[in-house]
């Protein structure tokens, strides 16, 4: 079956980054779009970045513009979501997403279980 496993996540300071992993399992990786979302303790899941199958496109949210970098290896199986200069509002379940179909907006037809930020001020 599919499976997307999150890593990466933790506890840093305002500022200080962590790279966050998913690598895939069960479906042909090179073929879906994949993306990141997050959810935050009482608010809705949102999106955060996506990169397209063959990783010539991406896309972000305007709240993380400019720190945070989504990247792909195909060869892997794995996307990855680099995230800079931290603040404490990215404190969120970080989520990996895969879809077959769409890319703008990714929905996400399979979905990992997350991994925990926590950014601390």
């Known amino acids: 079956q599919v499976q997307l496993v999150e890593s990466g996540g933790g506890l840093v300071q305002a500022g200080g980054s962590l790279r966050l992993s998913c690598v895939a399992s069960?479906?042909?990786?090179?073929?879906?779009?994949m993306g990141w979302f997050r959810q935050a303790p009482g608010k809705e899941r949102d999106f955060v970045a996506a990169i397209s199958w063959s990783g010539r496109s991406v896309h972000y949210a305007d709240s993380v513009k400019g720190r945070f970098t989504i990247s792909r290896d195909n060869a892997k199986n794995t996307v990855y979501l680099q995230m800079n200069s931290l603040k404490p509002e990215d404190t969120a379940v970080y989520y990996c997403a895969a879809d077959s179909h769409t890319f703008i907006p990714l929905r996400g037809d399979f979905w990992g279980q997350g991994t925990q930020v926590t950014i601390s001020a």
């Open positions: 069960g479906l042909t990786f090179s073929s879906y779009n």
